[in-house]
């Protein structure tokens, strides 16, 4: 069975850092692009960023742009996305996933920013 369990969230004030962890199981995460997902209450969910199965190249949403920072440990099956200068409206359930639409996403991890 297919799996994908997120981790790392948590309360953090503006301009703060968190690191999110997402443990694959099941699939072997280095044959695919991977991506991170949010989904904020109310509204609809948005791809943040996404890494392709060759090499490290990423690319991000451009409200995320130059402030996270996603990875993968092929060897470990995980994936990582650093979040630097948070910002509230970064505040959102954060997934992995197997594409933009959330495909496959675990059960997520909240991210909340607030003063």
């Known amino acids: 069975e297919e799996q994908l369990v997120e981790s790392g969230g948590g309360l953090v004030q503006p301009g703060g850092a968190l690191r999110l962890s997402c443990v694959a199981s099941g699939f072997n995460i280095s044959r695919y692009a991977m991506y991170w997902v949010r989904q904020a209450p109310g509204k609809e969910l948005e791809w943040v960023s996404v890494i392709y199965p060759r090499g490290m190249n990423t690319a991000y949403a451009a409200s995320v742009k130059g402030r996270f920072t996603m990875s993968r440990d092929n060897a470990k099956n995980t994936l990582a996305l650093q979040l630097n200068s948070l910002k509230t409206e970064d505040t959102s359930m954060y997934y992995c996933?197997?594409?933009?639409?959330?495909?496959?996403r675990g059960q997520g991890t909240q991210v909340t920013v607030s003063s």
């Open positions: 996933a197997k594409d933009r639409y959330g495909t496959g």
